[in-house]
């Protein structure tokens, strides 16, 4: 629906931001530009709402070539969302909120009614309405300038890096909550980031851009990690990417092993038989109750007069992905996943050399280090 045809742009000092550039986006989904810094994709984005005009090629929208829209007339139906939101200081968040509606000719009273549903919709509570935007903190404002951009409800959204400027967890909440919107909103999304962790967990197509403005790659995620399309890309999306291909394999994919799992009524004496550094207790539900470190086992009697160090975080064999089984494992005091069928009970656990051989597999790479790969990513 967002098209490309041969689009180059150069500025007049000779710089040459965006070369030769062909490109299809597909309507309702989110496409992600990343790259390095300075290889063109603010100014490939900028290109949809005119706010840059191309040296040569053609830019379409819906099949119409935007220089034949008044800018104005275009720029009301897509969105534009950037790093430090951009909010009027002066205006309450409600009025920001309302911008876009008043300069539609809204009244003032439909503007500020569409400007509450908005606030809402971003997840932000009412009482937020009156602030001015020095009294939000750094990822709230960011909603604000979301819901500023969806303001006339258009098709589509442009977002410059705007989560980059948060702290990490803030920006998986927005991120969470990005998707969680999508899922509602269903907007033709062009996403512009230089971190290819968030390409990966937002795209439904990425654009990998290179220094000099050419496009690298345009592929699904899993197609990116699985065929990256050259050295460039392969390097952009790293040495983990096995790791990150976790992503993609279904949790149930994942070999388990149960010989750590004991009921609360053995013996200690055969828990011991067991020769593992770590017992995973269970009821005869085969519930969890918590991990028990051999070394520090009674002398006597059963596993339920073992002291038990909490579980952490279980993964799912139905619904989670094996990456998910891999932060169970990193976050396990045993260091082993435990993945537990729909009712909660336990069907095996595994170890994170074991969940990366996983992910190695699935590229024809050496295990990579997975403790060491899941460190870098956060
Ligand atoms: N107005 C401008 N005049 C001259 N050069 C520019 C201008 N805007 C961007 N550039 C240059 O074009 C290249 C691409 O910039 P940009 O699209 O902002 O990259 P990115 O968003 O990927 O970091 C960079 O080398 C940048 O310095
Ligand atoms: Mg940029």
Not at 15 to 43: M, Q
Not at 170 to 198: C, M, N, P, S
Not at 231 to 256: H, M, N, T, Y
Request: proline residues 6%; charged residues 25%.
């Amino acid at each position: 629906m967002i098209r490309f045809n041969a689009v180059s742009k150069s500025y007049p000092n000779g710089t040459t931001a965006v070369d030769d550039l062909s490109l299809e986006l597909a309507e309702g989904g989110i496409t992600v530009l990343v790259g390095p810094s300075g290889c063109g994709k603010t100014t490939t984005l900028r290109m949809i709402n005119r706010m840059v005009e191309p040296t040569s090629g053609t830019v379409s929208l819906r099949g119409r070539d935007i220089r034949e829209v008044h800018a104005p007339e275009l720029r009301r139906g897509i969105g534009y969302v950037i790093q430090h939101a951009g909010l009027f200081p002066h205006r309450t968040i409600l009025d920001n909120i309302a911008t876009v509606p008043l300069l539609l000719g809204w009244s003032r009273k439909k503007a500020r009614a569409r400007a509450a549903e908005l606030l809402e919709l971003v997840g932000l509570p009412e009482e937020m309405a009156k602030r001015y935007p020095n009294q939000l903190s750094g990822g709230q404002q960011q909603r604000v300038g979301v819901a500023r951009a969806l303001g006339a409800d258009p098709p589509v959204l442009l977002m410059d890096e705007p989560f980059s400027a948060v702290d990490p967890i803030v920006r998986a909440e927005l991120q969470a909550e990005f998707i969680r919107l999508q899922k509602e909103l269903h907007k033709t999304i062009v996403f512009v980031t230089h971190d290819i962790d968030e390409a990966i967990k937002l795209g439904d197509n990425i654009a990998v851009f290179r220094t000099g403005g050419k496009l690298a790659q345009f592929d699904t995620p899993e197609q990116l990690l699985a065929h990256p399309a050259d050295d460039f890309v392969a390097g952009f999306v790293g040495q983990d990417r096995g790791i990150r291909r976790l992503s993609f394999v279904k949790a149930g994919e994942v070999p388990l092993r149960d010989g750590p799992v004991l009921t609360a009524t053995t013996p200690v004496a055969q828990a011991r038989a067991a020769a593992e550094a770590w017992l995973l207790v269970v009821d005869d539900g085969r519930r969890p109750l918590g991990w028990a470190p051999a070394a520090e086992l009674p002398a006597s009697g059963t596993l339920a007069d073992a002291s038990l160090v909490p579980l952490g975080h279980t993964f799912s064999l139905v619904g989670d992905s094996a990456r998910a089984a891999l932060d169970s494992a990193l976050l396990s005091p045993a260091r082993l996943a435990v993945g537990v069928d729909a009712d909660g009970a336990v069907v095996g656990v595994a170890d994170a050399q074991e969940l990366s051989a996983v992910a190695a597999a699935e590229v024809g790479e050496p295990a990579a280090n997975a403790e060491k790969a899941d460190g870098d990513d956060r």
